[in-house]
């Protein structure tokens, strides 16, 4: 999932980009087009070379820098890269997130370390970092039907495609999925053949459990006349 932390702080991300130490949990720094400091398991997969990439002084991530951090939720969560984009205006965009634990534990390691170390890169720096906000601005799930069904996708469109409350579409040429999406909360289930299910629009947890009830009340009722 995606989470947006505001934070009650006015960064320099230039000067960040030169100064936050590169260390066991930050193994990143980077401004597209500027510098590159330290490595990701992505910079180590050898690609075709590309032509250097000018620096952006507009569009999204201009004023901005982005950090690549391992971590594991302190001990609770499996080890993994974190990808952070930290912009001048206080927020912190993290992507890669598959439990609470990761952002929780990205944030108070990336706030130690700029308080500790660059403070200076702090406009105006308050008594204390603060977290304003904390806001998951989306989820992605990933789940498959059990037991192991073939799903005859043609059919189970006809089925759902003309229910209350339903929105759905199947056009193989261009997406092999059955999408649904349920109104008026345009959750989305995208349904495949080998019975994959990639559940997206929502941003709680409480959210993606009524959406999987409601899921499965609506295959219940569909997939049975679609078994191949």
Known sequence: MVVLYKLNLKLKTDELLNRLPITED?????????????ESSR??????????????????GHNSITIVMMNNG??????????????QNGVFHLTGILHDSYDKSCIDKLLGAIWSGCRDCITDPPEMWEVIQRRVVLMNYTSELMPKTTVAREALYNSVRHQDGIVSSYNPDVY??????FMPSKWTAKIFRTGKII??????????????????????????????
């Open 43 to 60: 910079d180590k997969i050898r690609r075709r070379s590309k032509k250097n990439e000018k620096a952006s002084t507009t569009g999204f």
């Open 74 to 87: 302190d001990g609770t969560v499996p080890m993994k890269e974190i990808t952070i984009k930290i912009f």
């Open 199 to 228: 559940l997206t629009g929502i941003t709680t947890h409480p959210d993606c459990l009524q959406f999987v009830i409601e899921l499965k009340a609506l295959l219940e009722n569909s997939l049975p006349k679609v078994k191949g």
């Open 176 to 181: 092999p999925g059955v999408k649904i999406q």
């Open 26 to 38: 930050i193994i990143k720094i980077e401004k597209r087009g500027v510098l590159r400091r330290g």
